[in-house]
C-alpha cells in the first residue's frame, strides 16, 4: 500500500510520488470559534479528514500535504479561540505552499477549503501559484462538492437558508469524526439570520452562494453563542451520510484532475527582439525568490 499522508514520508518516497504524477490534496482550514459545543478545529478537521479518506482510496493517484490550519476569520473574532492571519499575509503563505509543491514534481494540486471566510484569498493564491509555475490547480470547499449537496438537502430538518456555522449539518458532521469532543448539552438554535433576497449565506440545501451578493460583517452582529444555524436537529447518522458523501466527491474531483491533460500555454505576441526583457513569470518549476 502506497503512503497517502507528505508528513509521514521520506524524501525518495516523495520523490516517487511525484514521478507517478499523483495529485495532491492541501487541506486549508481556519481554527475558529464554533459556538458552544463544538472544538475550534471543526473547519480544518473536516477538510483533513475528507482528504485523508479520499486519498486512502485512491493510494496510487493521490497525496495529502500537511493541512493548512489558520486561515482568514477577522470576522469571527469576538469570541476567544480564534487565530486569524491577514489576508495578504494569508494569499503569499498558500501561493509559497503550492509553488513548493510544484518545485518537488508535482503538477496537480487540490486546495480542499473548509471555511468560507478563505474563499476569496484562496482563489487569489491558486490564481498566482498556477499562473507562475504552469501546474494544474484547483480549488473546492466541501459544501460545494455536488454529492455533499445532493445528500444535505434530504436530510437536512433546519430552515434553508439558515445555517452556515456550528449549525446542523456542519455538527452532524463533527459527530460523525470525532463524537466525544462535541457538547451535546450546549447546542443551541439561532435562524432566521438571512432575510434577505439577495444577502445570505447558507452551506447546504438553501442554493448556491454564487447567487449571493457579496458581503461581510461580524459574527457577533448575528449570534450571541457563535452558532448560526440549528445545531439541536445534529445527528452522528446525518453526519455519516454527509460525510461519504463528501469524500466520493473528493474522490471523484482527484479521479478527474488525475486524468486531466495538462495544457500548455501560448504566446501569440509578436514582439520585436530587445537585448533585456523580463520574464512575466516564474519559468515552471522554480520557486520565486
Given at each position: 500500500?502506497?503512503?497517502?499522508?507528505?508528513?509521514?514520508?521520506?524524501?525518495?518516497?516523495?520523490?516517487?510520488?511525484?514521478?507517478?504524477?499523483?495529485?495532491?490534496?492541501?487541506?486549508?482550514?481556519?481554527?475558529?470559534?464554533?459556538?458552544r459545543h463544538l472544538p475550534t478545529n471543526a473547519d480544518y478537521l473536516v477538510p483533513e479528514t475528507l482528504a485523508t479518506r479520499a486519498?486512502?482510496?485512491?493510494?496510487?493517484?493521490?497525496?495529502?500535504?500537511?493541512?493548512?490550519?489558520?486561515?482568514?476569520?477577522?470576522?469571527?473574532?469576538?469570541?476567544?479561540?480564534?487565530?486569524?492571519?491577514?489576508?495578504?499575509?494569508?494569499?503569499?503563505?498558500?501561493?509559497?505552499?503550492?509553488?513548493?509543491?510544484?518545485?518537488?514534481?508535482?503538477?496537480?494540486?487540490?486546495?480542499?477549503?473548509?471555511?468560507?471566510?478563505?474563499?476569496?484569498?484562496?482563489?487569489?493564491?491558486?490564481?498566482?501559484?498556477?499562473?507562475?509555475?504552469?501546474?494544474?490547480?484547483?480549488?473546492?470547499?466541501?459544501?460545494?462538492?455536488?454529492?455533499?449537496?445532493?445528500?444535505?438537502?434530504?436530510?437536512?430538518?433546519?430552515?434553508?437558508?439558515?445555517?452556515?456555522?456550528?449549525?446542523?449539518?456542519?455538527?452532524?458532521?463533527?459527530?460523525?469524526?470525532?463524537?466525544?469532543?462535541?457538547?451535546?448539552?450546549?447546542?443551541?438554535?439561532?435562524?432566521?439570520?438571512?432575510?434577505?433576497?439577495?444577502?445570505?449565506?447558507?452551506?447546504?440545501?438553501?442554493?448556491?452562494?454564487?447567487?449571493?451578493?457579496?458581503?461581510?460583517?461580524?459574527?457577533?452582529?448575528?449570534?450571541?453563542?457563535?452558532?448560526?444555524?440549528?445545531?439541536?436537529?445534529?445527528?452522528?447518522?446525518?453526519?455519516?451520510?454527509?460525510?461519504?458523501?463528501?469524500?466520493?466527491?473528493?474522490?471523484?474531483?482527484?479521479?478527474?484532475?488525475?486524468?486531466?491533460?495538462?495544457?500548455?500555454?501560448?504566446?501569440?505576441?509578436?514582439?520585436?527582439?530587445?537585448?533585456?526583457?523580463?520574464?512575466?513569470?516564474?519559468?515552471?518549476?522554480?520557486?520565486?525568490?
Amino acid at each position: 500500500m502506497e503512503r497517502i499522508l507528505w508528513g509521514e514520508m521520506t524524501w525518495p518516497e516523495i520523490q516517487e510520488a511525484a514521478k507517478q504524477q499523483r495529485v495532491v490534496i492541501l487541506p486549508v482550514g481556519v481554527t475558529e470559534q464554533h459556538g458552544r459545543h463544538l472544538p475550534t478545529n471543526a473547519d480544518y478537521l473536516v477538510p483533513e479528514t475528507l482528504a485523508t479518506r479520499a486519498a486512502q482510496r485512491l493510494p496510487e493517484k493521490a497525496l495529502v500535504a500537511p493541512s493548512i490550519n489558520h486561515g482568514f476569520t477577522a470576522h469571527n473574532m469576538d469570541w476567544p479561540g480564534g487565530i486569524t492571519i491577514t489576508g495578504r499575509v494569508f494569499i503569499d503563505y498558500v501561493s509559497d505552499v503550492c509553488r513548493s509543491v510544484v518545485h518537488n514534481g508535482f503538477t496537480k494540486v487540490l486546495v480542499l477549503n473548509g471555511h468560507g471566510g478563505n474563499i476569496p484569498f484562496l482563489e487569489v493564491s491558486i490564481r498566482l501559484a498556477a499562473l507562475e509555475t504552469g501546474a494544474f490547480i484547483g480549488l473546492i470547499s466541501h459544501w460545494q462538492l455536488e454529492p455533499f449537496k445532493q445528500v444535505a438537502a434530504r436530510v437536512r430538518e433546519s430552515p434553508a437558508p439558515s445555517g452556515f456555522h456550528a449549525c446542523e449539518l456542519e455538527t452532524s458532521l463533527y459527530l460523525a469524526i470525532r463524537p466525544e469532543l462535541v457538547q451535546m448539552e450546549h447546542r443551541d438554535r439561532n435562524v432566521g439570520l438571512n432575510d434577505s433576497r439577495y444577502f445570505w449565506i447558507d452551506t447546504g440545501g438553501g442554493g448556491d452562494r454564487a447567487t449571493t451578493a457579496g458581503f461581510i460583517e461580524p459574527f457577533s452582529a448575528y449570534t450571541q453563542s457563535g452558532t448560526m444555524g440549528d445545531a439541536t436537529l445534529a445527528t452522528a447518522q446525518k453526519g455519516v451520510e454527509l460525510l461519504d458523501a463528501a469524500v466520493q466527491g473528493v474522490v471523484d474531483l482527484v479521479e478527474e484532475i488525475h486524468a486531466r491533460p495538462l495544457r500548455e500555454a501560448h504566446d501569440h505576441h509578436e514582439r520585436p527582439k530587445m537585448p533585456h526583457r523580463y520574464p512575466t513569470q516564474a519559468p515552471q518549476g522554480v520557486l520565486r525568490p
